[in-house]
């Protein structure tokens, strides 16, 4: 589907152009691009939470403007909305195959008979706001294929597509990579060909007197080297696939670049998978409810995006008729401790303190496959009131005691400490410096931890 699935496979010289990054004290230096939202507001201060169609919808008749308006409802009724969520977004397929007359691009017109102004006024009417979805090559992802073509990409086109996205009052833009040119062999990754959007967006951004939140969508070209001087997010991985196995390996990618997030700036391990399950297709079951929370714990942990995928209004009517998967939806999206940590103002990611092989060794010379491997993994995250968040992490099949120190978290001196689990809320005040939990199969506990005296 993607023409650069090929340039995935990269992984190990993003994490060594990490490593050297931070030794030399770079990252601070790279963050240069303009953070400025209205008013000078900063933009994307803390990562973006919201929805996109695409992990559920793809391209299919129903991305069209009923099921944007019910889902912009559904935002609101639903209590998502003043929970934090904000942008509703499209992703690929919103367009017409063609640009008009005057280069323009234009709505498909059978799916969003009254264009896409008019959907962005109707979330700003509700209070959301509103995004949208191109290629930085000249087609983009969707539809490419033996007799396919993408919808039109960008290139060529940027101060237009710029200009356009601001008329019809656009907040949000994820800028894919599909079928654009190689990288130049000077350009580590992408950089000229984002940079030129990036401009556009800003010099239209000066026109309009704000500024869209630039995503940037071009995983496994070493993207978080150069992506932060450029854009406020980015991502790290591939499509985060609607299985158990993917949400991990995604987890474990993003995890690595914890040095690159801070505020106005924040990596990108794809969208939630809450309220998909189950699918009725085997190669994408969804997740279970204990992997949906250890999803969301995870994705808060590491400071990502929470931009949810699934059909709102069906799990709203489901919750409202004590359906499970309704109610375990917004069981999930609403968890307002775990949110919390995802928005926190500091806005550090949480690092690995500890990680722990589940399986069994393997034979020399045999690797494992990306969607089957199985760790017991321990983050600390730094929040703004001194605590810690801390995530303990069993991928394995059984339930597991998992443990960690203060030290080990980044806390010490205190004689107590207060430690609250953000999903069954209890809270127990310890006096001593080590933890243990019992860690379901393929569950996360989520803790604070914070010093008392
Ligand atoms: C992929 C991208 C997906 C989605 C899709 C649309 O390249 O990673 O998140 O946007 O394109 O065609």
Known sequence: MSNRTSLRGRRPLATAAALVLLTTGGVAAQFTASTAGAAGAPLAATPPMGWNPWTYLRCSSTLNEKTVKATIDAMVTSGLKAAGYQ??????????????????????????????????????SKGLKFGVYSSAGTATCAGVGPGQKGFPGGQGHEAADADTWYSWGVDYLKYDACNSLPPATNDPGNTARYQVMADALKAAG????????YSICDPGRNVETWAPAIGN??????DVGLKYGSMVANFHEN?????????GHWNDPDMLLTGNYPTGDSSRPGLTPEEERSQFSLWAEMASPLILSTDLPGRLNELNAGVERG????NVLLNKDVIAVDQDPLGKQGTVVSKTDLLPPLAPGKTRDRLDQRFATILTKPLANGSRAVTLTNEGDQPRAMSTNTTEIGLRGANNYTVKDLWTKKVTVYTGSYFTFTVPAHGTVMITVTPTN
């Open 87 to 124: 942008y509703v977004n499209l992703d690929d397929c919103y367009a017409a195959t063609q640009r008009g007359a005057d280069g323009r691009l234009q709505p498909d017109t059978v799916r969003f008979p009254n264009g896409i102004a008019s959907l962005a006024a109707y979330a700003h």
């Open 206 to 213: 000066q026109r309009y007197g704000r500024q869209i939140v």
């Open 327 to 330: 109610k375990n939806t917004f």
């Open 255 to 263: 995890s690595a670049y914890s040095a690159y997030a801070q505020p």
């Open 233 to 238: 997010l980015w991502r790290t991985t591939g």
